[in-house]
């Protein structure tokens, strides 16, 4: 819980109910469309992803199809939120996603940020690491992450449906291609931080398929060292202690490097202003 000093139940309505309430909707459509299907479909709900995966990492070692036969897997992990943008990563894990998502995004103009890499902080990330093609779709992290406020009242039910007919077209038109999708490797196939070990946190929460140079965060944890140093959401980090930060990757490494006690300068674009803030860890 991102709440820590509060006892109650989560019910998790956009982490991850809303994801699992599109799989069994998109579900409903396809059996109902069988006839047009070219090739089989399954339908997947992972347990322990917040452990390390655990589920697809299990799935992908033990699949009940040959992988190498697998055209793509798509992931829907919070799409209950749809009031800005709509991320979808994994774009370039093939060479034709892209052209293929903007052509049926013509008819449903929803606001899209693409991420070409296809490992992540999900599901998806199993299946890219065993060369299948990925697009996982995203609707961000907000305030009510991980704490008892993310409930059903907070999600845009228009705003999913929406985003699921938006999958379905595209799904659907994927399975019914004459050749599989193929596999291009779009970024590492491991966080950094799964090579090194971390002694600190800054308590951030990082803007997952934000385009912006550096790493855009979309709020901080309470009491953390970024919101005791003044980090706001949006704001973006480009520079610890004068080293450029480039990415997610750049700040993982940069972490992993710095130790308990120790006080860092935090260089922030907040809009048109770049700050300098200490950040004591």
Known sequence: SLQPDTVAIHNGADDNASGVAGIIELGERLAANRSALR???????????????????????????????????????MIGRYNEKLVV?????????ETILNEFNRSHKLEINFSNEGYGPSDHASFYIE??????????????????????DKI????????????????????????????????????????RSFKVTFGVIPSYGSSAAGLEIDGTKKGGPAEIAGLQKSDIIVAIDGGEIKD?????????????GQEV???????????ELKLQL
């Open 89 to 97: 990563g994994g774009v370039g894990t093939s060479p034709n996603f």
């Open 248 to 260: 997610i990757y750049d700040y993982m490494y940069r972490l992993a490097e710095l130790k308990v």
């Open 39 to 77: 090739r089989s479909v399954l339908l997947m709900c992972y347990n322990a992803e917040e452990e390390g995966l655990l589920g697809s990492k299990y799935f992908t070692k033990n699949p009940l199809i040959d992988l190498e036969k697998a055209a793509l897997m798509i992931n829907l992990d």
């Open 265 to 275: 300068s935090v260089t922030v674009k907040r809009g048109e202003e770049t700050l």
């Open 131 to 152: 060369d299948v093609p990925v697009l996982f779709f995203f609707t961000g992290t907000h305030e009510d992450y991980h704490k008892p406020s993310d409930d059903w």
């Open 156 to 195: 845009n039910s228009k705003g999913e449906v929406d985003i699921l007919n938006y999958v379905y077209d595209v799904a659907l038109y994927l399975n019914q291609l004459d050749e599989k999708p193929v596999f291009v490797e779009a970024g590492p196939k491991e966080q950094e931080s799964s090579r």
